[in-house]
């Protein structure tokens, strides 16, 4: 565990990492482009929930290359990156279990989501998140869920349009398994550490 946590804190691999999410982000964003354009301004910023996620860890790998912490964006990177990785992988897997067909496009969402989530875990041991942090971040990953699921500001795949009841109480119930896992990574080991 020694080597990885020093393997992950190399610059270069920051570095790599940080352009990986920076080209996701943009591509991320771009993708949404079209629900972007169709979506009232006030409700802009909470639609492209993946990119956006993206954009939050490569503001945390910033700040580990200028070696500081930015414990509420990492709570938010933390919380974001697990929530709407996991999410990504089973709407597309889901996808394909409603047309019974998968394009290239699929495997490749369900490949960068994955990974996603997992750089998410992996920089646990690198994060300073504490009860406040985690808290503003619930806010933001629950407010979101009401401005989907209530609002329909969803990521649109129209093939799970009947679907959407069931997908908005998943998708509530990730938010929470997000939050319950980064409080149990993130605060309460470092508070049993310190104690």
Not at 19 to 26: E, K, L, M, P
């Amino acid at each position: 565990m020694k080597n990885l946590m020093n393997f992950l804190g190399y610059r270069w691999v920051l570095w790599v990492l940080l352009i990986i999410n920076v080209v996701g982000t943009i591509y991320g964003y771009i993708w949404y482009g079209w629900q972007l354009a169709e979506t009232p301004a006030k409700f802009l910023v909470f639609v492209p929930d993946s990119p956006t996620a993206s954009l939050f860890f490569a503001a945390v790998l910033v700040a580990l290359l200028l070696k500081k912490n930015w414990p509420f964006v990492e709570a938010l990177a933390m919380v974001t990156l697990f929530k709407y990785g996991i999410w990504a992988v089973v709407m597309n897997i889901l996808v394909y279990g409603v047309t019974g067909n998968i394009h290239w496009t699929s495997y490749m969402l369900i490949l960068s989501h994955a990974g996603m989530a997992i750089q998410g875990l992996l920089y646990v041991p690198y994060y300073q998140i504490k009860t406040m942090h985690l808290m503003l971040a619930a806010l933001w990953i629950l407010h979101n869920d009401v401005i989907d699921y209530v609002f329909f500001m969803l990521p649109k795949y129209s093939v799970l349009d009947q679907y959407i009841p069931k997908i908005g109480y998943f998708s509530f119930w990730l938010s929470i398994t997000s939050i319950f896992l980064t409080y149990v990574l993130c605060v309460r080991k470092k508070n049993n550490l310190h104690s």
